[in-house]
């Protein structure tokens, strides 16, 4: 039966964001049980084309890459997928009517990662964050106001920057699989070889900027998604604020994280200062 088939596509979709991801699947798990599948199937999607051209060292990726495009049109022609991942995704596309411009923007992006090592201008950097980011940030806000066109034109600004700042503070604490086993640098003007503190703070304060924008918009999140996305924030905010704390010098050394544990707090802080509307 077709909602056999679908219902265990769902279940992969839930299985990646888990398997992935602890401090996503956390913040998704404190979503709406009315939405919070639709944005498992988004996240296995985005995850999926990620892995492709970050991971897969060991494989042709331009073909993996080139056979994963291929069924994604397929599925989102055909309304059906024998790759479960695709297939889930498919359903939360049709459902939501998401922009077909969404998802070849995020295509574009990822496209760009098989071959593409340096962004020398402003203009690459905003343009490769947009697809890579920002419009994974709208695909999740199509689910988040349910159809409602008015309510997303209204928050679509808000939410791009949100999306930017979480896709910035990935870029600084992943600095150094990025630069040195990828060889990617993603921030334009900024000497990854020489790392100082005035290049991390101008950074860091860029970040700050789309936090504060991003904030502004989750106040006005339909309460089925507000206190999900707030926690997501929160754990990002948390995970810049060890950045800002951290010398330039080890941020190019290391990876800063934030332990499961701390995870937990974050959590139950984060849902006492929701419950007291201190957001």
Same mark, same amino acid.
């Given at each position: 039966?077709?909602?056999?088939?679908?219902?265990v596509?769902?279940?992969?979709?839930?299985?990646?964001?888990?398997?992935?991801?602890?401090?996503?699947s956390?913040?998704?798990?404190?979503?709406?049980?009315?939405?919070?599948?639709?944005?498992?199937?988004?996240?296995g999607?985005?995850?999926?084309?990620?892995?492709?051209?970050?991971?897969f060292?060991?494989?042709?990726?331009?073909?993996l890459?080139k056979? #994963?495009?291929?069924?994604?049109?397929?599925?989102? $022609? *055909?309304?059906? =997928?024998?790759?479960?991942? %695709?297939? &889930?995704?498919?359903e939360?596309?049709?459902?939501?009517?998401?922009?077909?411009?969404?998802?070849?923007s995020?295509?574009?992006?990822?496209?760009?990662d098989?071959?593409?090592?340096?962004?020398?201008?402003?203009?690459?950097?905003?343009?490769?964050?947009?697809?890579?980011?920002?419009?994974?940030?709208?695909?999740?806000?199509?689910? #988040?106001?349910n159809?409602?066109?008015?309510k997303? $034109? *209204?928050?679509? =600004?808000?939410?791009?920057s %949100?999306? &930017?700042?979480?896709?910035?503070?990935?870029?600084l604490r992943d600095?150094?699989?990025?630069?040195?086993?990828l060889?990617?640098?993603?921030?334009?003007?900024?000497?990854?070889?020489?790392?100082?503190?005035?290049?991390?703070?101008?950074?860091?304060k860029?970040i700050?900027?789309?936090?504060?924008?991003?904030?502004?918009?989750i106040?006005?999140?339909?309460l089925?998604?507000?206190?999900?996305?707030?926690?997501?924030?929160?754990?990002?905010?948390?995970?810049?604020?060890?950045?800002?704390?951290?010398?330039?010098?080890?941020?190019?050394s290391?990876?800063?994280?934030?332990?499961?544990?701390?995870?937990?707090?974050?959590l139950?802080?984060?849902?006492?200062?929701?419950?007291?509307?201190?957001l």
């Amino acid at each position: 039966m077709k909602s056999l088939f679908d219902n265990v596509s769902k279940e992969c979709s839930k299985l990646v964001t888990n398997a992935y991801s602890t401090s996503f699947s956390m913040a998704t798990k404190m979503l709406s049980d009315t939405i919070r599948q639709d944005i498992y199937n988004i996240y296995g999607f985005v995850r999926f084309a990620d892995e492709i051209v970050d991971s897969f060292h060991d494989y042709d990726k331009e073909k993996l890459f080139k056979n #994963f495009e291929n069924d994604l049109e397929n599925s989102l $022609e *055909d309304k059906i =997928s024998l790759n479960p991942i %695709l297939n &889930s995704f498919q359903e939360t596309y049709h459902k939501y009517r998401i922009d077909k411009h969404l998802v070849d923007s995020f295509m574009n992006s990822m496209r760009l990662d098989l071959h593409k090592k340096e962004y020398l201008t402003e203009q690459e950097y905003k343009d490769y964050i947009y697809g890579s980011a920002d419009v994974v940030g709208l695909m999740c806000l199509k689910v #988040f106001v349910n159809g409602d066109n008015e309510k997303y $034109e *209204d928050l679509k =600004s808000s939410a791009m920057s %949100l999306g &930017s700042a979480f896709q910035k503070v990935n870029f600084l604490r992943d600095l150094k699989a990025d630069f040195d086993d990828l060889s990617r640098t993603y921030f334009p003007n900024t000497d990854l070889n020489h790392l100082d503190e005035v290049s991390k703070q101008t950074i860091i304060k860029d970040i700050e900027e789309d936090f504060a924008k991003g904030l502004e918009g989750i106040k006005r999140l339909p309460l089925e998604a507000r206190f999900g996305v707030f926690m997501a924030y929160r754990y990002y905010s948390k995970l810049l604020d060890k950045l800002k704390k951290t010398p330039a010098l080890k941020i190019k050394s290391t990876r800063i994280r934030v332990p499961n544990y701390r995870k937990v707090e974050l959590l139950t802080r984060s849902y006492v200062k929701y419950q007291l509307n201190l957001l």
